[in-house]
């Protein structure tokens, strides 16, 4: 079975940077990606972004690509989320995921 555990989240002004970091324990040789998702006060969870974990093949939501840019740890099976140019509406609970195990999530809180 696998774990994920999040850190990186905080309060940041509009503009500014935060980094997500995810770390997997357990029995990680079965992971294959991992990903990032957020779910907002009165929204539907949302996908984030995702990577591979061997060739480091990713994939963005429209609205972070340009922004955020996720990366990948395999020898400390961890993945991380790069956030940019934050806005308002990037807060969120951000959730780290593998297949179907989620983290506990972690909380972004942009200013305007």
């Known amino acids: 079975q696998v774990q994920l555990v999040e850190s990186g989240g905080g309060l940041v002004q509009a503009g500014g940077s935060l980094r997500l970091s995810c770390v997997a324990s357990?029995?990680?040789?079965?992971?294959?990606?991992m990903g990032w998702f957020r779910q907002a006060p009165g929204k539907e969870r949302e996908f984030v972004a995702r990577i591979t974990l061997s060739f480091g093949i990713f994939g963005y939501a429209d609205s972070v690509r340009g922004r955020f840019t996720i990366s990948r740890d395999r020898t400390k099976n961890s993945v991380f989320l790069q956030m940019n140019n934050l806005k308002p509406e990037d807060t969120a609970v951000y959730y780290c995921?593998?297949?179907?195990?989620w983290g506990q999530g972690t909380q972004v809180t942009v200013s305007s």
């Open positions: 995921n593998s297949d179907d195990v």
């Open positions: 357990g029995s990680t040789s079965s992971i294959r990606s």
